[in-house]
């Protein structure tokens, strides 16, 4: 899959069809797949993200930040369900994929997040940004429960953890106990 500065996520397949296009009315800034390939996540030059079906290329939902903020990183969860976005402001959103409802939205980049993913069982969520920093966070239950944060610095590409989330071990790599 490509995403064009013309508003289109170009979806190339080994399987012997027509590329799909999904047409956006303005740049598309990241696209990616949905678990079972029927659904594809674009964030857009308008800030928001959107879920579009597939192979019909209707659009399925378009989230926008609840505050004023630009979408710039959009990733679905593992089972499709959910949707976590990260804004230029630092905001980070958790969304229901199928009603556009914000289910959690915890706070603390001081800058633009650029990266946001679930972990792979969808309880946790990752965050990096340009504050320097990257977070986990507890997406199950809705809290907004910092559960580690790195400080990223050129010096030491891993730091240390600030909990002992056996998600992210300290930069020993010995596990937490």
Same mark, same amino acid.
């Given at each position: 899959?490509?995403?064009?500065?013309?508003?289109?996520?170009?979806?190339?397949?080994?399987?012997?069809?027509?590329?799909?296009?999904?047409?956006?009315?303005?740049?598309?800034?990241?696209?990616?797949?949905?678990?079972?390939?029927?659904?594809? *996540?674009?964030?857009?030059?308008?800030?928001?993200?959107?879920?579009?079906?597939?192979?019909?290329?209707?659009?399925?939902?378009?989230?926008?930040?609840?505050?004023?903020?630009?979408?710039?990183?959009?990733? *679905?969860?593992?089972?499709?369900?959910?949707?976590?976005?990260?804004?230029?402001?630092?905001?980070?959103?958790?969304?229901?994929?199928?009603?556009?409802?914000?289910?959690?939205?915890?706070?603390?980049?001081?800058?633009?997040?650029?990266?946001?993913?679930?972990?792979?069982?969808?309880?946790?969520?990752?965050?990096?940004?340009?504050?320097?920093?990257?977070?986990?966070?507890?997406?199950?239950?809705?809290?907004?429960?910092?559960?580690?944060?790195?400080?990223?610095?050129?010096?030491?590409?891993?730091?240390?953890?600030?909990?002992?989330?056996?998600?992210?071990?300290?930069?020993?790599?010995?596990?937490?106990?």
């Amino acid at each position: 899959m490509t995403a064009t500065e013309g508003g289109a996520a170009v979806i190339h397949s080994s399987i012997p069809r027509p590329d799909a296009v999904v047409v956006n009315g303005s740049a598309v800034e990241q696209a990616s797949f949905g678990r079972d390939g029927s659904e594809v *996540l674009t964030t857009d030059g308008d800030g928001t993200a959107k879920i579009w079906g597939l192979p019909s290329d209707h659009l399925i939902l378009t989230l926008a930040s609840v505050g004023a903020a630009v979408i710039d990183t959009a990733a *679905l969860s593992p089972d499709g369900s959910e949707v976590v976005t990260g804004g230029h402001d630092g905001s980070v959103e958790v969304w229901d994929a199928t009603s556009g409802r914000e289910l959690l939205s915890p706070s603390g980049h001081s800058g633009i997040v650029n990266s946001a993913a679930f972990s792979a069982n969808g309880r946790e969520v990752v965050t990096a940004g340009t504050d320097g920093t990257v977070r986990i966070w507890d997406a199950m239950p809705r809290e907004a429960r910092t559960i580690c944060e790195n400080r990223v610095s050129n010096r030491c590409p891993r730091a240390n953890c600030s909990s002992t989330s056996p998600a992210m071990p300290p930069a020993d790599g010995a596990r937490a106990q």
